[in-house]
């Protein structure tokens, strides 16, 4: 660790204090390392933190290991505790005060910004000290748990990526933290709400967590205690902490829904609270974040259903209500206002029930006036401001998506009723503003009318009739005259781009509003020069992007062969093909393009930033390879106007739809199919998926057998060996014995030997005895003593002769008793090899059946995965087809969304 | 809606067990066949009914993978349940629960309910895991043992509701302290409301007719 540090070392030569300060701090850091009394060390490093602010880089070069082994070995004392992490703070801080909620730690030099994120990075390295710095968390003495929260705030500012990291690894951190917010020194608690609003950024299981641990009621709790959004900082920070935890994260959505936190929004926006006391510039944030939180519920960017549920939420607990009272009451300061207007936006987008009663709903005035007409009033105004004006666009817009009729009562009143002279009706709004001289009112009357076609190809219909009379002194025009007007002869770029747009929308698909569009004089050849150079600026290349589309739409769209060859040819000669649809693809290269398409909300800062709008984009994007083929295509669907071919036509007509039937029902089998086949596929994939698994257990039973192969041959050997040995020692054990028998046996030879010598003596004797006694017989009597002398000897000679065979006997028995041993011996050699051979082939059998089943199993494997290829190949074989019906379905002008498939 | 108590549970056990599709059938009633691997945790909730009480149930189901494991760890403390899930066709996540046992043990509330589920017993076919084994696994630790389908719906809604039974009765035996949120227990708004100027007070009500109906 401390070599890690001490990368830093290098640093302190250069721009580092005076060599001074750096002794002092050698000296200082040199003491703290050999005091042994704990008083000492707590002089030295109160010494240490009065000049740690001027030497950050030496001591975390030099000193950072010495401080935390005495953080670690002096834990129990306050003091030094509280001084070690007095230091740390310094060290690791930037900048002189706690670092800035919105993460902009205010820094002298870039530098030494840089340096705290490094170190604690280094710090972080080790999870152990960040477990450390918990630990002093949990203690309850103010000295050490704010310092602790404090330096820990530090570090999840300066490196919140790695302290979230880490954090995630820490079990129980989260909990740990949590008990800060209910720690009743303020301070403390404010520090807590300020880490958590660090380490919850763009983290969602942090999030999570966090929510789990029910922050939303602690944080909920915590805005109401400090008197919502009049109260100070902190609430600003619960509620930034609160949208971090939803932003989204759709998990933490649905748990804010289900624990009844919407209802307790209502709190927030009741009328109470924004009566009319004076609006300080922390309640304008307040408020402004309030909304916000509203927002994460509702965003656009979050999966429909999510959104749905928690709109109807809102709606039910009168949420949406009181945040559109908000738009109604005085003195509101605009940038609250153009929040609340947003929000209101989203939280009727889409949804028919809450547009309904949004329309149903009045402003306070007598007589009282649809609240949606005095919006429009003021976004039509020029003296109000340009976010507020937007705003409110915004909030048409999401009143208009997806709601048909209210689209269709717009295009109503469009014309004035002359049996009810209501003056200012939407449509007359609308209308009139396109007449506008201003800009911005031309921008949103074309943006308000591309709403009320966008989807349906009746109203499409319908705007093509429409006439308008701006004021009495003007003379009446068609919408479609005006856009054109406005498209030739417009003072900005922006109003023309918004007429294209609506242009687009509005022609795409509607053969009558072409034909309508084509009859204005010399307007092919306006559009065609539109597009014929090349320019340089990118507002330029949206403008003829978008005049090629146009053009592209009209080819597309135009029931006059005529015409449309002529076009096409003009087209290919003018600029040609690959030119002409260069053009309109790039427009998605574009950044406007790009960050339109981000979110609905408007995010521009000026008129001047105005281009695309986000359902354009939805829109273009859908149409764009339509049109670009536009022209390759021969006119193969027209239709004729003559009424003697109405017959023809009729029956065209007749065989077009049994057409149509046909392809559906094609569609549908192709629909079957494919559901078959992704369910074959399925099911093949699982199959795969068991016969790897049993590939994998087989060859874990394969690695299983050759262990025990192994085991078997090591042990049978071991076995053999062991009995072989017993045997063997068996053997020579007898062996020995006999070979003792045999010595001892050799060693009576020689007796033997001399007995016998003796024996054959004696008999010798005993012959000459004989010889003297047949002598003396004939002489004499003296025969008597050697008669007695005689059976003496001969007993002894019979005794010594038994004696002498009964050891050759036991010396013959012991010799064949070595010859049989030895037999034993090589006989039981012999078996021990043959059962070692045995055993040896009968394993390597076993292994060889093993691994043609595991070869088999192989082939079985690769075979699927052809076949599993061959499904996929049909499927897309099958999707492709499903494509081309969609396709010839939709030339047939069979309406066919794409997501039908 | 009202409630009267809220439960919070968490669903674990080894990936691809079918954690989220036991969710998914029990908040939905539907079945995903393909479902995406969990990252880290993802939320639902239903409402139940126990003894004629309405009672809340939110579920945290987490992701099984090894790597998500520090991440599960923190979400032990603080739930009142859990249904730990196993599948019948592949033995090594049955025996795998122990340590996952080991985990819940030391990371959650003494009083916690776990739940075993042997999940996929549509696919009797592929069983690696007898049910008897199941049983016995469950009787040695304390857990209540069920065998489930989250494709066929088999078991699926018994097991949540056998869970929150058997926490309700614990709750009425006053083996929980309800005030003390961390068990993962929250009253509901009915039983709040009383508490505001006598929590106490609000709060012995289950208890004292549960301490009635042990009587009898």
């Not at chain 1, 060599?19 to 000492?40: F, Q």
């Not at chain 1, 007993?795 to 010859?819: C, P």
């Not at chain 2, 494991?69 to 033995?91: E, F, K, Q």
């Not at chain 2, 895991?129 to 078991?155: L, P």
């Amino acid at each position: 660790m401390s070599f890690l540090f001490r990368a830093f070392a290098g640093k302190t030569d250069g721009d580092g204090p005076s060599s001074s300060g750096a002794d002092t701090i050698d000296r200082l850091l040199h003491r703290l390392e050999s005091v042994t009394l704990v008083a000492d060390r707590r002089d030295g490093l109160r010494q240490l933190k009065d000049v740690a602010k001027e030497n950050r880089v030496h001591i975390a070069a030099h000193g950072m290991a010495i401080l935390l082994q005495i953080l670690e070995q002096d834990r129990s004392d306050q003091d030094i505790v509280a001084t070690i992490l007095d230091i740390l703070c310094i060290i690791m801080s930037d900048s002189d005060s706690i670092p800035g909620r919105d993460g902009t730690s205010l820094p002298d030099d870039h530098s030494t910004q840089k340096l705290g994120g490094q170190l604690t990075e280094i710090f972080l390295k080790k999870s152990e000290h960040l477990m450390l710095l918990l630990d002093f968390v949990k203690e309850y003495q103010f000295q050490i748990r704010w310092p602790a929260v404090r330096l820990l705030c530090i570090m999840a500012n300066s490196s919140p990526k790695t302290f979230q990291n880490v954090l995630l690894t820490v079990g129980g951190a989260v909990s740990n933290l949590m008990d800060l917010l209910t720690d009743n020194r303020e301070i403390i608690r404010n520090d807590g709400v300020l880490l958590l609003l660090f380490i919850t950024k763009n983290e969602p299981s942090l999030q999570k967590i966090i929510a789990f641990s029910k922050a939303f009621d602690i944080l909920l709790d915590i805005v109401r205690d400090e008197g919502y959004s009049e109260g100070g900082v902190v609430v600003e920070d619960c509620l930034l902490v609160i949208s971090n935890l939803l932003e989204n994260n759709t998990s933490n959505i649905k748990l804010f829904k289900e624990d009844g936190c919407v209802q307790k929004l209502c709190d927030w926006f009741s009328a109470d609270k924004l009566g009319t006391s004076s609006w300080s510039e922390q309640r304008k944030t307040n408020a402004t974040r309030m909304l916000n939180v509203v927002r994460n519920l509702v965003s656009p960017l979050l999966p429909s259903p999510i959104v749905r549920t928690c709109q109807d939420a809102c709606s039910k607990c009168g949420l949406v209500s009181l945040v559109c009272a908000i738009l109604m009451t005085p003195g509101v300061p605009l940038n609250v206002l153009v929040q609340a207007l947003n929000t209101v936006a989203e939280l009727i987008r889409g949804n028919s029930k809450i547009q309904e009663d949004f329309s149903a709903m009045e402003a306070p005035l007598k007589p009282p006036r649809p609240a949606l007409a005095i919006l429009l009033l003021s976004m039509l105004n020029e003296r109000q401001a340009f976010d507020l004006r937007l705003a409110v666009l915004y909030v048409l817009k999401s009143f208009l998506y997806k709601n048909a009729a209210m689209q269709l009562t717009i295009l109503q009143s469009v014309i004035p009723d002359t049996t009810n002279p209501s003056p200012h009706t939407l449509g007359q709004l609308l209308g009139g503003a396109l007449f506008s001289p201003d800009n911005l009112n031309q921008w949103c009357s074309e943006i308000g009318f591309m709403h009320c076609v966008v989807e349906s190809l009746d109203h499409k219909k319908m705007l093509v009739s429409l006439n308008v009379m701006p004021s009495a002194a003007m003379p009446s025009s068609t919408v479609m005259h005006q856009c054109v007007h406005i498209l030739r002869e417009g003072s900005s770029l922006q109003s023309k781009i918004a007429a294209l747009q609506l242009l687009c929308v509005w022609l795409s698909e509607c053969p009558d509003a072409v034909e309508a569009f084509l009859r204005i004089e010399s307007i092919m050849l306006w559009l065609l020069t539109q597009i014929v150079d090349t320019p340089l600026e990118s507002s330029q290349k949206l403008f003829q992007g978008l005049c090629a589309f146009l053009l592209g739409v009209c080819i597309r769209y135009d029931r006059k062969p005529e015409t449309r060859t002529e076009m096409v040819e003009l087209v290919r000669n003018r600029v040609g093909a690959e030119t002409f649809r260069e053009k309109i693809v790039q427009i998605t290269r574009l950044e406007n393009f790009l960050l339109a398409s981000q979110r609905p909300d408007p995010a521009v800062k000026s008129f001047a930033d105005l281009s695309l709008d986000y359902d354009f984009i939805k829109f273009y994007r859908a149409a764009e390879g339509k049109i670009c083929r536009a022209i390759d295509e021969s006119q193969e669907e027209h239709m004729a106007s003559d009424p003697e071919v109405f017959n023809q036509q009729r029956s065209e007509l007749l065989s077009k739809d049994n057409r149509i039937a046909e392809l559906e029902a094609q569609l549908k089998q192709a629909h079957y199919l494919h559901s078959q086949s992704a369910q074959q596929i399925e099911n093949l994939s699982r199959r795969v998926e068991l016969l790897t698994s049993e590939i994998h257990i087989r060859d874990q039973e394969i690695e299983t057998l050759q262990r025990e192969k192994y085991d078997l041959r090591s042990n049978t050997k071991h076995e053999g060996d062991a009995r072989l040995e017993q045997q063997v020692q068996h053997l020579t054990a007898t062996t020995s014995q006999m070979q003792q028998t045999i010595e001892q046996y050799q060693a009576l030879m020689p007796e033997l030997e001399h007995l016998r010598t003796l024996t054959l003596q004696q008999q010798n004797q005993i012959t000459s005895y004989y010889q003297y006694f047949e002598q003396q017989k004939d002489g004499g009597d003296p025969s008597s003593g050697l008669i007695l002398e005689k059976t003496e000897l001969q007993a002894r000679t019979e005794h010594l002769d038994s004696l002498l065979f009964s050891w050759q006997a036991e010396a013959d028995r012991l010799k064949d008793e070595l010859v049989t041993l030895k037999d034993q011996f090589t006989q039981k050699e012999v078996t021990a090899d043959e059962l070692l051979s045995m055993t040896r082939s009968e394993a390597q059998q076993k292994t060889r059946e093993l691994e043609e089943e595991l070869e088999q199993l192989r082939t079985k494997y690769s075979d699927l995965n052809m076949e599993q290829a061959d499904l996929l190949e049909l499927v897309t074989d099958s999707d492709q087809k499903m494509k081309d019906y969609r396709e010839r379905l939709r030339r047939l002008g069979e309406p066919v969304s794409d997501d039908e498939a | 809606m009202s409630y009267a108590y809220l439960f919070k549970y968490i669903i674990i056990g080894d990936t691809g067990v079918g954690k989220s599709c036991l969710l998914l059938q029990f908040t939905d009633k539907r079945f995903q066949p393909v479902h995406d691997l969990t990252i880290g945790v993802e939320f639902g909730a239903r409402m139940i009914t126990i003894a004629g009480k309405q009672i809340k149930l939110q579920i945290w189901d987490t992701a099984g993978q090894e790597s998500f494991r520090s991440i599960t760890r923190s979400y032990y403390r603080g739930a009142a349940g859990a249904l730990l899930v196993y599948d019948i066709t592949r033995r090594d996540t049955f025996e795998h629960l122990t340590n996952w046992l080991e985990d819940a043990r030391q990371h959650s509330s003494s009083n916690m309910v776990i739940m075993l589920i042997g999940n996929k017993c549509d696919l009797e076919s592929r069983r690696e895991v007898k049910r008897e084994e199941g049983e016995a696994f469950a009787r040695e630790h304390g857990m209540i043992f069920m065998e489930a389908s989250a494709k066929t719906a088999q078991n699926v809604e018994e097991a949540f509701i056998n869970t929150a039974k058997e926490i309700y009765d614990k709750i009425q035996e006053g083996v929980f302290d309800i005030q003390n949120e961390a068990n993962g227990i929250k009253l509901g708004p009915e039983h709040a409301a009383p508490g505001v100027g006598g929590g106490v007070a609000g709060a012995r009500g289950p208890g004292a007719s549960s301490q009635a109906g042990g009587c009898c």
